[in-house]
T-cell receptor
Framework: QKEVEQNSGPLSVPEGAIASLNCTYS??????FFWYRQYSGKSPELIMS????GDKEDGRFTAQLNKASQYVSLLIRDSQPSDSATYLC???????????FGTGTRLLVSP | NAGVTQTPKFQVLKTGQSMTLQCAQD?????MYWYRQDPGMGLRLIYY???????DKGEVPNGYNVSRSTTEDFPLRLLSAAPSQTSVYFC????????????FGEGSRLTVL
């Protein structure tokens, strides 16, 4: 079982809707979590990080962390066609000093 | 992606050939990483280096070698290329020593025939 699980999608939403992306992780010791956005043919870029239970908001993005249930989510409000990309969830394995990535969820926002 | 430079951006090899993917950073960060990305597999760690002079294996190190003789450079060597090594390779640095946040280079797309 992969340490970080994501639905590969595609997740299709209309422009202006809320896109909800989910991720589960297996390492109960993980302390920090990240959402990266990757456009086709480009490298991943960090959009959100979250370290404690609850919600963290940054503009149209909200990251949610529930350590008891071992899931992380990313909400994108007022989705735009420019948000169409693959979203990678990652957790920080402190024991090995590395990020473990999920396989990513492809988001398609239609005009 | 200024700060992490990968070369070459594209490369085609024949099975059995060797080559080196270069990664250079000008941000003076200690930790550097090599990931490969394949369709449906996500990013998988090949090797990483916590500091100059140290390297450690990641999830998929077989067929690769690395060295870290300077803070700036972290080259990835393919010893004898195989078609299974066809992939996109990303070098990354860890910008914040207290978290896992990574900053990636633009990637190197390798095809092995």
């Amino acid at each position: 079982q992969k340490e970080v699980e994501q639905n590969s999608g595609p997740l299709s939403v209309p422009e202006g809707a809320i896109a909800s992306l989910n991720c589960t992780y297996s390492d109960r010791g993980s302390q920090s979590f990240f959402w990266y956005r990757q456009y086709s043919g480009k490298s991943p870029e960090l959009i959100m990080s979250i370290y404690s239970n609850g919600d963290k908001e940054d503009g149209r993005f909200t990251a949610q962390l529930n350590k008891a249930s071992q899931y992380v989510s990313l909400l994108i409000r007022d989705s735009q066609p420019s948000d169409s990309a693959t979203y990678l969830c990652a957790d920080h394995n402190t024991g090995f000093q590395k990020l473990v990535f999920g396989t990513g969820t492809r988001l398609l926002v239609s005009p | 992606n200024a700060g992490v430079t990968q070369t070459p951006k594209f490369q085609v090899l024949k099975t059995g050939q060797s080559m080196t993917l270069q990664c250079a950073q000008d941000m003076n960060h200690n930790s550097m990483y090599w990931y490969r990305q394949d369709p449906g597999m996500g990013l998988r760690l090949i090797y990483y280096s916590a500091s100059e002079g140290t390297t450690d294996k990641g999830e998929v190190p077989n067929g690769y070698n690395v060295s870290r003789s300077t803070t700036e450079d972290f080259p990835l060597r393919l010893l004898s290329a195989a078609p299974s090594q066809t992939s996109v390779y990303f070098c990354a640095i860890r910008r914040d020593r207290d978290t896992g946040e990574l900053f990636f280079g633009e990637g190197s797309r390798l095809t092995v025939l």
